[in-house]
């Protein structure tokens, strides 16, 4: 099945996240899901390579989601395949003073990917349209501009070379409540738990409210937002991983053209070669 299409965000058309079912795992088992993954895995591996060999692009991952529902999950999963030489992930939490004291993009600039790498926003700017419109940290003729301004920056991003995927990570009240009760009974995970996971959750409908308008508003070809049913992790996985291995194939990676002359290059080599074995190589033994 193609995810890009089935789970896309059409900017023309009214999102109502209520119709998107979290638990839905298309028409897959997990066992072939299972495999499914691990090629798409194995392509990513090796047009993230290309990525880097080639230096001209990059690509920016952004994960938004209610508490629980697996941004942790996807990033250890998709950076499984990944080299990490030319790839790196940010958090963001609460802005510090100094974050505070500039505009709200001025932190999500500082932290898009350089050119051959790969960066994913573990939350990113869009919190500036979603906590900060739930919770009134700013009037609302403040947060409703910036749609449009997010759409400019990452429309910069793209004439810069950069992809831009976002997923929003889709779960359901119940199923998060599944999630804070494997944490409770784990010491394990204790450390993830925070009051704030309670108290947001009672904030569920508005949060959903901000997503709807957040992801149809800002959904364009260069940037496109993807709703994943994330009530299974083995089915978000299987569609997160398709999506970024296909984007990645279709960016024309290629390995840049060699900087040297190979032949000569093979002179020096067969030069070396000799002058290991004609004065020893220094530990008494001789090469062939
Ligand atoms: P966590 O992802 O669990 O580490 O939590 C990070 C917290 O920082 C979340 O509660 C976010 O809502 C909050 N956060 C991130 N960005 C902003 C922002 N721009 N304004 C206010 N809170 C934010
Ligand atoms: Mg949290």
Do not use: C
Not at 26 to 38: H, Q, R
Not at 68 to 87: C, E, L, W, Y
Not at 93 to 108: G, I
């Amino acid at each position: 099945m193609d995810y890009r299409a089935r789970f896309l965000v059409d900017p023309l058309k009214k999102l109502s996240l209520a119709d998107i079912d979290p638990d839905d795992t298309g028409d897959i088992d997990k066992e072939k899901a299972a495999e499914l993954t691990a090629t798409y895995l194995q392509r990513m591996e090796e047009d993230q390579f290309l990525l880097y060999a080639d230096g001209r692009q990059s690509l920016l991952v952004v994960l938004q989601a209610l508490d629980a529902a697996g941004k942790d999950g996807v990033i250890r999963h998709v950076f499984s395949a990944m080299n990490p030489q030319g790839t790196r992930v940010h958090g963001f939490k609460q802005p510090t003073p100094l974050e505070a004291a500039h505009d709200f993009l001025w932190r999500a600039h500082a932290q898009v990917p350089a050119a051959g790498e790969v960066v994913i926003f573990n939350r990113s700017h869009y919190e500036d349209v979603l906590v900060v419109r739930v919770h009134d940290l700013v009037p609302r003729e403040v947060w409703s501009q910036r749609y449009e301004t997010i759409n400019a920056f990452e429309r910069l991003l793209a004439e810069n070379g950069t992809r831009v995927l976002k997923f929003f990570l889709h779960i359901s009240p119940d199923e998060q409540l599944e999630r804070f009760k494997k944490r409770l009974d784990d010491p394990r995970r204790h450390w993830k738990i925070s009051e704030s996971d309670y108290s947001e959750r009672k904030f569920w409908p508005q949060y959903i409210e901000a997503y709807e308008e957040a992801l149809v508003k800002t959904s364009t070809l260069t940037a496109p937002w993807y709703v994943i049913p994330s009530d299974h992790k083995w089915f978000r996985n299987l569609a997160v991983s398709q999506i970024i291995a296909e984007t990645l194939e279709e960016m024309g990676l290629e390995l840049p053209p060699t900087r040297v002359n190979i032949d000569e290059i093979k002179l020096h080599y067969h030069a070396a070669v000799k002058a290991a074995n004609g004065n020893g190589n220094g530990n008494g033994k001789k090469t062939t």
